[in-house]
């Protein structure tokens, strides 16, 4: 099981998000205690009015080389696990996204 995963033309991400975590980036997957494997990240944004949501959906689509309006957040709005939708991710972007966390 990966935290990436495609549906159609569209990839999903598992995210655990630490907001105001001092600087935008990706830390790796993450095994929760449920056996679920995410992605962990964190953003410089406060979890206030979705700039949180926002800035993850940003940091996810700059990752993939992706624009940013093809990232959003689809589910989790208000919780630490998120699910983020990368809407028309060609395989090149899913490869781009799966490096940056060292999944080959």
Excluded: C, F, H, W
């Excluded at 991400?13 to 630490?18: F, G, H, I, N, Q």
């Excluded at 962990?40 to 080389?65: F, H, M, Q, S, W």
């Amino acid at each position: 099981m990966t935290a990436i995963r495609r549906e159609g033309a569209d990839l999903l991400v598992d995210v655990r998000l630490t907001p105001r975590g001092g600087k935008d980036a990706l830390n790796g997957l993450k095994e929760l205690s449920d056996g679920r494997i995410v992605l962990a990240a964190r953003v410089r944004a406060v979890p206030e009015d979705g700039k949180a949501n926002a800035a993850i959906a940003l940091l996810l689509a700059t990752v993939a080389g992706l624009p940013k309006s093809s990232a959003a957040v689809v589910s989790g709005a208000t919780a630490r696990l998120k699910t983020v939708r990368l809407s028309q991710a060609s395989p090149e972007a899913e490869k781009r996204l799966r490096q940056s966390i060292g999944e080959a």
